[in-house]
């Protein structure tokens, strides 16, 4: 990563206070410099001495409120909005208060469920929330308030956007708390057992196949999900797949497909997080902190997906500057088939590993330029595409 780069141009449109801004920025940058969320890697980054950092770390996260600040990603124009767990793993860490075991029954850890909205095939984290076997148990309560809570902290912000949610979350009490509270949904359909598939019946009291053709598309409005939640349901079989795909959803059943197939490419995010940031070497020992580190590291992976998508832009898209604030704004303006390079590489990827070199006063006039966009996106209502 080139270390000219600025990152206070950026925080100071997230942190309240100017001794904020300056000591975010540092952490920021060290962080993304490390590929580490361990408060050892990153101190290690930062000028000076390492336990020094070390100890101004501790004590900048103390004093600001990082999932509050998270917020501030959450995109009003967004055409829809992500919801995600993520299993993640704590092999040496077993006794850990907030430790349980995954789906396995067996591995240590726990599960991170981000809410985010879409930005150019991958998505920009804005809220999210951590439980696992362990606290769902001692805190009487379950994963589907879990998710509950999740959904509520931002209820208020998705209006009449729907919320896409993959197959973990197609449960009959989840779909009716969304439609009792008005929230538009797109699911993808569970179909568990093949010899035991979802019981779907139509408005007649008639039971509904789950049977298509690869090619076919079939459309199946106002049938009840487990006999009692109204829904629309689509299948889908495009002939390069394996398995149809078949999803539920309280909007158009086209407009509902549409969406999810674009949400189908979000998964990047976590794999960026998990392989670039190395999210999963989180070792806190108290959850508070733990959802603060959190928060930081989604807070760096979306100042680091912007600079760098500006900066695969200019590189390897042969955009000229004045081009970047209306590329990431809004659709991008490459031409992919005349720069098939800028197809292979995600803007994280070209920031963190590949090392490129660019005059400073390129990256000066880039980062000013991707600065003032990314005001925009903070300060004003600004359309996600993916």
Same mark, same amino acid.
């Given at each position: 990563?080139?270390?000219?780069?600025?990152?206070?141009?950026?925080?100071?449109?997230?942190?309240?206070?100017?001794?904020?801004?300056?000591?975010?920025?540092?952490?920021?940058?060290?962080?993304?410099?490390?590929?580490?969320?361990?408060?050892?890697?990153?101190?290690?980054?930062?000028?000076?001495?390492?336990?020094?950092?070390?100890?101004?770390?501790?004590?900048?996260?103390?004093?600001?409120?990082?999932?509050?600040?998270?917020?501030?990603?959450?995109?009003?124009?967004?055409?829809?909005?992500?919801?995600?767990?993520?299993?993640?793993?704590?092999?040496?860490?077993?006794?850990?208060?907030y430790v349980g075991t995954l789906s396995d029954g067996k591995t240590a850890g726990y599960w991170l469920m981000v809410l985010s909205t879409p930005f150019r095939g991958r998505s920009l984290p804005c809220s999210f929330v951590v439980y696992s076997s362990r606290t769902l148990g001692e805190q009487v309560t379950s994963r589907n308030q879990e998710h509950f809570?999740?959904?509520?902290?931002?209820?208020?912000?998705?209006?009449?956007?729907?919320?896409?949610?993959?197959?973990?979350?197609?449960?009959?009490?989840?779909?009716?708390?969304?439609?009792?509270?008005?929230?538009?949904?797109?699911?993808?359909?569970?179909?568990?057992?093949?010899?035991?598939?979802?019981?779907?019946?139509?408005?007649?009291?008639?039971?509904?196949?789950?049977?298509?053709?690869?090619?076919?598309?079939? %459309? *199946?409005?106002? &049938? /009840?999900?487990?006999?009692? @939640?109204?829904?629309?349901?689509?299948?889908?079989?495009? $002939?390069? !797949?394996?398995?149809?795909?078949?999803?539920?959803?309280?909007?158009?059943?086209?407009?509902?497909?549409?969406?999810?197939?674009?949400?189908?490419?979000?998964?990047?995010?976590?794999?960026?997080?998990?392989?670039?940031?190395?999210?999963?070497?989180?070792?806190?020992?108290?959850?508070?902190?733990?959802?603060?580190?959190?928060?930081?590291?989604?807070?760096?992976?979306?100042?680091?997906?912007?600079?760098?998508?500006? %900066? *695969?832009?200019? &590189? /390897?898209?042969?955009?000229? @500057?004045?081009?970047?604030?209306?590329?990431?704004?809004? $659709?991008? !303006?490459?031409?992919?088939?005349?720069?098939?390079?800028?197809?292979?590489?995600?803007?994280?990827?070209?920031?963190?590993?590949?090392?490129?070199?660019?005059?400073?006063?390129?990256?000066?006039?880039?980062?000013?330029?991707?600065?003032?966009?990314?005001?925009?996106?903070?300060?004003?209502?600004?359309?996600?595409?993916?």
């Amino acid at each position: 990563m080139d270390k000219c780069i600025n990152f206070y141009e950026f925080l100071r449109y997230v942190f309240d206070d100017e001794k904020a801004i300056r000591q975010g920025a540092e952490i920021v940058k060290a962080l993304l410099e490390a590929q580490s969320p361990r408060l050892s890697n990153i101190s290690e980054k930062m000028p000076g001495k390492g336990e020094s950092n070390y100890k101004a770390i501790q004590r900048f996260l103390k004093k600001v409120d990082m999932k509050r600040l998270l917020l501030r990603f959450y995109q009003e124009d967004a055409e829809f909005m992500i919801g995600d767990p993520t299993e993640m793993e704590r092999y040496k860490a077993p006794h850990t208060a907030y430790v349980g075991t995954l789906s396995d029954g067996k591995t240590a850890g726990y599960w991170l469920m981000v809410l985010s909205t879409p930005f150019r095939g991958r998505s920009l984290p804005c809220s999210f929330v951590v439980y696992s076997s362990r606290t769902l148990g001692e805190q009487v309560t379950s994963r589907n308030q879990e998710h509950f809570r999740s959904f509520g902290q931002v209820k208020e912000l998705l209006g009449d956007r729907p919320l896409v949610l993959d197959r973990e979350f197609c449960y009959e009490a989840l779909m009716e708390i969304l439609y009792i509270e008005y929230i538009q949904f797109v699911i993808r359909l569970n179909l568990g057992d093949q010899h035991k598939p979802p019981r779907l019946i139509d408005a007649d009291g008639e039971p509904v196949k789950l049977f298509i053709q690869p090619g076919e598309t079939i %459309i *199946r409005p106002n &049938v /009840y999900y487990l006999g009692t @939640v109204k829904v629309n349901l689509i299948g889908y079989w495009r $002939k390069s !797949l394996s398995k149809p795909l078949w999803v539920i959803t309280t909007l158009e059943p086209k407009r509902g497909l549409e969406i999810y197939l674009k949400r189908m490419k979000i998964e990047e995010t976590f794999r960026d997080c998990k392989d670039l940031l190395h999210l999963t070497k989180l070792m806190n020992k108290k959850q508070p902190l733990l959802e603060q580190m959190i928060a930081l590291c989604l807070l760096a992976y979306v100042i680091g997906v912007w600079f760098g998508e500006a %900066i *695969r832009d200019i &590189v /390897y898209g042969k955009l000229d @500057v004045t081009q970047i604030p209306q590329a990431l704004l809004n $659709k991008p !303006l490459v031409d992919a088939n005349a720069h098939p390079k800028w197809l292979l590489y995600s803007g994280l990827f070209v920031l963190l590993k590949q090392k490129l070199r660019l005059p400073r006063n390129q990256v000066e006039v880039v980062t000013q330029t991707a600065a003032s966009a990314f005001a925009v996106l903070i300060l004003g209502n600004v359309r996600s595409f993916v």
